[in-house]
């Protein structure tokens, strides 16, 4: 199926990301190069003298025979949470308390070591207000979920005030998608 007569030294398989959507890859060495970009399709690579193969598509099941071990190994992927703040405060906004329980049900789901809180604020105010603020409110965010039951030390905490925002504003510009703290569950 791969490559008549010698077999294979590599093998290089596109497959779906975890949301179904497929990017491409190059295969290249001194001997040529392929482009894949369709899901499931793959190229063989006899040695380095041998260009990769013409792509093909491989079946699931082969794939599953091929490569299941090292697919069922991968972690899993992060999942991201946006928190939004009130001006000036650490208080959430209402929608995104309301988030909490499934940040929670998430960590707990995914048997998680590690939970990412990263503070951030608009461009209104002076830089170092800003950041002790953010890293107020990341604080905040903490120990809602410490208070929730999920341990301390799972929970790594980083601000970065101003200077990382998710719409860019010119300087002293409320912005209510920058009074935000990113949790990632990992």
């Not at 499931?40 to 990769?52: G, L």
């Not at 099941?61 to 703040?85: E, N, R, T």
């Not at 990382?164 to 209510?176: F, S, Y």
């Amino acid at each position: 199926m791969l490559l008549t007569g010698c077999a294979a030294k590599n093998l290089v398989v596109l497959a779906p990301d975890p949301d179904g959507g497929v990017g491409h890859i190059t295969v290249s060495n001194r001997a040529g190069s392929v482009e894949i970009n369709t899901t499931n399709a793959f190229t063989a690579i006899k040695d380095s003298e041998s260009a990769p193969s013409t792509p093909a598509g491989m079946d699931t099941a082969k794939i599953q025979d091929l490569f299941g071990k090292a697919l069922a190994a991968q972690p899993l992927s992060p999942v991201h949470f946006i928190l939004y703040f009130k001006i000036d405060s650490t208080d959430l906004l209402p929608e995104s308390g309301d988030m909490v329980p499934e940040i929670i049900a998430g960590i707990h789901q995914r048997g998680s070591e590690m939970v990412s809180v990263v503070g951030h604020s608009d461009t209104a105010g002076d830089k170092a207000y800003n950041l002790r603020l953010s890293t107020l409110r990341a604080a905040a965010v903490k120990d809602r979920l410490v208070e929730l039951g999920i341990a301390e030390s799972l929970i790594d905490v980083t601000s970065h005030g101003e200077e990382n925002p998710l719409i860019k504003t010119g300087d002293n510009v409320k912005n209510e998608k920058n009074r935000r703290v990113e949790v990632v569950i990992r």
